[in-house]
């Protein structure tokens, strides 16, 4: 592996690592309040900050290697990154919070798979399309609010299956919280459905795109090479 891989590796790993220790203790703290969607929006905006743009999220890796913003060989190794600091985040995440708090993660409790891979596919195809809108069109500094707003809109109003966007995130808190929940049926609402969805947003996105081709679209496609 190469030099540029293995720094691809490590950024990964240690943004999947700090996203959740940054967020899930102020989501099981604050819950649904004003506080902690205002911690959520900031620490979003924080996380992307520090990490540089990095991805944490298997189901974009792979889309946007259809867009060109990654290698196969990239993302393989992004993905690979980024579960390694998932799995690792939640034990810490549980360390750190009081006792008395209790956490939470996306699970399939109270809807069936077939609800649960339509909602999945549905959000994460809203993500993307946000991802891809703020990034080629608007650019920096204000894509950031726009994608933190956006993600925490799309948690809040897609509480069936957690909900995850982010197949990342689903496996690493199965893994602590109910290994034995990692199934066929996980898989197919938090991989499959997930992946289907930010790959659907991306052909619609490459067939619409407008033929202008911003500054800030060019500097995020160099960001993901």
Not at 31 to 48: I, N, R, S
Not at 56 to 63: G, K, Q, T, W, Y
Not at 85 to 95: E, I
Not at 183 to 193: A, E, G, P, T
Request: with cysteine; hydrophobic share 50%; net charge neutral.
């Amino acid at each position: 592996m190469s030099a540029k891989m293995v720094g691809v590796f490590l950024q990964e790993c240690f943004a999947s690592f700090l996203m959740l220790v940054l967020l899930f203790p102020f989501g099981s703290f604050l819950g649904d309040t004003w506080m902690g969607w205002t911690a959520h929006f900031f620490c979003v905006m924080l996380h992307d900050w520090i990490t540089g743009g990095s991805q944490v999220n298997p189901a974009v890796s792979i889309a946007t290697t259809l867009y060109g913003w990654n290698t196969p060989a990239s993302a393989a190794v992004r993905i690979a990154g980024q579960l390694v600091g998932g799995l690792a985040a939640f034990p810490v995440v549980a360390r750190v919070l009081p006792p008395y708090v209790k956490m939470g993660g996306p699970m399939l409790n109270t809807t069936s798979v077939a609800d649960g891979c339509a909602w999945e596919f549905g959000l994460t195809f809203a993500l993307l399309i946000l991802v891809y809108v703020a990034a080629t069109q608007i650019g920096l500094p204000a894509q950031r609010p726009i994608i933190a707003g956006g993600i925490r809109t799309l948690i809040y109003y897609g509480g069936k299956t957690g909900p995850a966007m982010n197949p990342m995130i689903a496996l690493s808190w199965a893994y602590y919280a109910a290994p034995a929940s990692i199934n066929m049926d996980h898989f197919l609402v938090y991989w499959v459905s997930s992946t289907a969805g930010a790959i659907a947003a991306t052909l619609l996105w490459k067939a619409v795109e407008p033929k202008r081709i911003t500054e800030a679209g060019e500097e995020a496609k160099d960001k993901y090479d």
